[in-house]
């Protein structure tokens, strides 16, 4: 799909951020979030759908071919995600880096329970989180992410916009009473799962696809064991971070061996051309 090249990053973010404040003040004004929500997670979480209302709001007034239609067609079109291979980490990847993180802390000697993971519930935690993931990549994937990497490579773009995507859930994690230590430490590894999904994004060109490892990630948060309890950022955000790290050097590597192949020298790419 052409992009149309006046889409600005920026007045999608600013929309994003403007949309979002009304919530979080009514967030603040409600209060606490009630027992049952999942991961009690406040009113503010609401603001997920902003981020696909700016997305249509700046769609609409660029006129862009296709519309608005055009924006939910890429959304729901997993006929974009070729080949379905990709379908295995967009799936696993995310109950994998959970899995690590809760070994890595019963290694460490952290005071954990037996796991009790409720698989029962996936399935509605997943519809639930799906559509929550169909407002934000409706933004970050589907609007925001082709005109940074057109600008931009792969790892800077991610960075660019992982940044970003932290910053807009600093809000409600503070109405959530997370403390600052825990939302740097989670927001760390928010920007390395938007490293992840952009170079997803770059190889599939699916907005499905993120959608649906964007609900993955969510699930196994809310499933880590004994229904997130036991999460510790700190040590997720290092096994994601490690995981973005060994993407972008197998990228690196990858694009090395072909520039030493395409000039027949020693030298190879700078590290910035990974895509």
């Known amino acids: 799909m052409k992009v149309p090249p006046v889409r600005s990053p920026a007045k999608f973010f600013a929309w994003t951020f403007a949309l979002s404040v009304p919530i979080w003040l009514a967030g603040a004004i409600i209060g606490d979030a009630p027992v049952w929500a999942p991961m009690r997670l406040p009113i503010s979480a609401l603001a997920a759908v902003c981020p696909i209302v700016a997305a249509m709001l700046l769609t609409a007034r660029g006129r862009e071919a296709g519309g608005i239609r055009g924006l939910w067609r890429r959304v729901f079109d997993h006929r974009e995600l070729r080949p379905k291979g990709w379908y295995v980490p967009i799936v696993l990847l995310m109950p994998a880096v959970l899995f690590v993180s809760y070994w890595v802390m019963r290694l460490t000697g952290r005071p954990l329970p037996e796991a009790e993971v409720p698989l029962l519930t996936a399935p509605l935690l997943f519809a639930l989180y799906f559509v929550a993931a169909v407002g934000e990549e409706g933004g970050w994937t589907a609007y925001a992410t082709d005109p940074l990497l057109r600008r931009h490579n792969v790892l800077t773009a991610g960075l660019l916009l992982g940044l970003v995507w932290a910053s807009w859930h600093v809000v409600p994690l503070v109405q959530a009473h997370r403390s600052a230590g825990w939302i740097a430490w989670h927001g760390l590894s928010i920007v390395a799962l938007r490293v992840i999904m952009v170079w997803l994004y770059a190889r599939t060109g699916s907005v ?18 004994n229904n997130g309890s036991h999460y510790d950022p700190a040590v997720t955000a290092v ?13 690196w590597w990858r694009q090395a061996r072909h520039h030493r192949q395409d000039t027949g020298g020693i030298g190879g790419a700078h590290p910035s051309a990974w895509r």
Do not use: D, E, K, R
């Open 208 to 225: 499905f696809g993120a959608v649906v490892f964007h609900a993955m990630s969510n699930v196994s948060y809310t499933l880590f064991p």
């Open 239 to 251: 096994v994601i971070g490690t995981v973005a790290l060994g993407i972008g050097t197998a990228v």
